[in-house]
């Protein structure tokens, strides 16, 4: 049951927000509808919780026989708690593997890629999205093609190109290599984006005098920075556990990555479970760690792309 009143309060005066009891009512029907679970709900609730189960099993396992002796290992299995916590396992796998070379070679590619692969993306893009050239369908879909084509087919003739131009176990030459594959995927991201970048904008700055360039860094890159993080963000990680690429061109102990070293760990005829197990142990901390600093710019790159 609602109540009118007339104000009698004179000019100026702030009324005091007065609480009714229909809204009392309408607030608590809203909370009641919005804690109210369907049988709909649950069945979703239940099939993310089996998802998320699923997808942490092997990290949880990993964990388990990381910390464990291969006697423990061999009496208890792999899903057991450690008898006694090795904390000198990883010390060991450290050295054998020489992780500190390893993390070191992967920082140095995945950031050399991801600076390629963005400047050629935001180049390419800017022509083609902003510039209009001509051909620029064509150019689009060359660039979805080069997406699309498997590592395997390209492995071989890129090795004896390598080999030809003196490239061959080289890290500049692979970093080269990954940055321009990678940004055939973002020319193809970027050139969307901007095709639907606000004309007005471009057109009013041409107006007062700006160049191509000033437009280019004055405008069009503070305004699509949010998509560029996100960008830098997948191409430092896909950098980072490309396997294929480094396992051909990549052959010097001195250039492998942090795949390839702890790949080392399994012999054809031998393995050690604990053993591989903090090998993979350390090549999903630095990943885990990246992925904490910069969630924020993945998770506001994604909204600013699906908020218009």
Known sequence: ???HTTSTAPPGHRRKPVKTTAGKAGAGKAKAAGSRRTPGS?????????????FLAPFIVILLNSFKTSAD???????????????SIIAEVWDRVGFSQKLFNSIQISLGVVLIAVLLALFNAYAI??????WRTPFLIFFLGVNVLPQEGLVYPIYYLFKEMGLYDGKLGYTILVGITYSA????LLSSVFAGF?????EAAAMDGAGRW?????????MSWPTLSVMCVFFFVWSWNEFLY????????????VPLGLSVMQGQYTSDPTAMSAAALLGIVPMVVFFLIFQRSLTRGMTAGAVK
């Open 1 to 3: 049951m609602t109540t």
């Open 42 to 54: 649950y069945a979703v609730l239940a099939a993310v919780a089996v998802f998320v189960l699923a």
């Open 73 to 87: 290992f061999r009496t208890n299995g792999s899903l057991s708690l450690p008898a006694e916590w090795n904390w």
């Open 129 to 134: 999205g902003i510039g209009r050239v001509r």
């Open 185 to 188: 995927f973002g020319t193809y």
């Open 198 to 202: 606000p004309r007005e904008l471009i």
């Open 214 to 222: 000033t437009i280019l860094w004055r405008i069009v890159l503070p």
């Open 246 to 257: 480094p396992l051909v061109l990549l052959i010097s102990n001195d250039n492998q990555t």
